[in-house]
């Protein structure tokens, strides 16, 4: 479904001098995005990580202890120092694939995507009680959304409410652009999710950074952290399944995997079920996430007992 009506704005207060740059910031890398070929505007854009790697000493430090951890080697460890001048890079060749893809036709997509596990996701929706997918932010979920729309999967993706408007409305319509149906993350996004499920919609959902700070604790990597609670609660009361997606960067484009996620038995209690689901979920982004560290894009502190 293609569209270009906005999600809803939220009224707020007027934007700050930040969130003016911050929109200009955007707007221009995708401008400069659109219209690079796609092997030097990558270069490019790979460059910027690198330089923001040198120079961004605080953010290079957040980095570097979110990979030791994943590594399981210290922050000043060679590889996890590599793995974290790698993971800037990465970051960067994501935004710049983001906002390339908005120009690219479905077929070229398709030829650079490469999938293993997608027949799950065809069989969830050939059973008709829509499909849960839940992403770790891994390589580049935007262009595994796009592609996952090309093939005709009817995509909802849940948009946070970001500053200032007009950035916002950016990426509402960047997402729209590539086919996929936006809900913004308000009070009522839990009906609007259901209700997207009971028409068999695919719903995407990144769920491995708890924004409200009352998730789930889990463990992950050998320590306690709070995934978000809604991916759990929305299975537990729809009964639809629940896939995990991961997507990794390749030298041409990209590579999706999906694992069908075995749901724990009930026990009634729903606040120890929701918890025994998001600690499933957390095991697979563990998978997922040490089979390329360096494409995990968190680039705020995961562990934040790990940065002191």
């Known amino acids: 479904m293609k569209t270009d009506t906005p999600v809803e704005p939220v009224e707020g207060e007027p934007e700050t001098g930040r969130e003016r740059i911050a929109y200009i910031v955007y707007a221009t890398a995708s401008w400069i995005a659109k219209r690079l070929p796609t092997r030097l505007g990558r270069a490019v854009f790979r460059l910027v990580g ?3 790697h040198r120079f961004a000493s605080g953010l290079r430090a957040t980095v570097a202890a979110n990979q030791a951890r994943v590594i399981g080697r210290p922050v000043d460890d060679p590889f996890v120092v590599a793995n974290t001048r790698e993971a800037f890079r990465r970051y960067a060749r994501y935004w710049y694939d983001s906002f390339a893809i908005e120009e690219w036709d479905a077929d070229d997509v398709l030829a650079n995507f490469t999938w293993d596990g997608d027949e799950h996701l065809f069989r969830m929706a050939e059973e ?5 997918a839940v992403l770790p932010h891994l390589g580049n979920w935007d262009a595994s959304a796009r592609a996952m729309a090309d093939r005709g999967l009817r995509m909802v993706a849940v948009a946070e409410h970001l500053r200032p408007e007009r950035l916002f409305q950016l990426f509402v ?8 149906e936006v809900v913004g993350l308000d009070a009522h996004v839990g009906k609007a999710l259901t209700a997207a499920l009971a028409e068999n919609k695919l719903i995407g959902l990144l769920a491995d950074r708890d924004l409200t700070g009352r998730g789930i604790e889990v463990e992950m990597f050998g320590a306690r952290r709070r995934l978000p609670v809604g991916p759990a609660m929305l299975a537990l009361s729809t009964g639809a399944p629940v896939a995990v997606v991961g997507t990794f960067e390749t030298p041409a484009g990209w590579h999706g995997v999906v694992w069908p996620l075995e749901m724990p038995e009930r026990t009634g209690d729903r606040r120890a079920d929701a918890t025994a689901i998001t600690q499933a979920i957390a095991d697979a982004f563990e998978r997922l996430i040490s089979m390329s560290p360096t494409d995990w894009h968190v680039f705020e502190p995961a562990w934040p007992d790990d940065t002191g």
């Open 128 to 132: 008709g009680n829509g499909t849960i």
């Open 50 to 52: 690198s330089l923001t």
């Open 173 to 180: 319509r960047q997402r729209q652009r590539y086919g996929i």
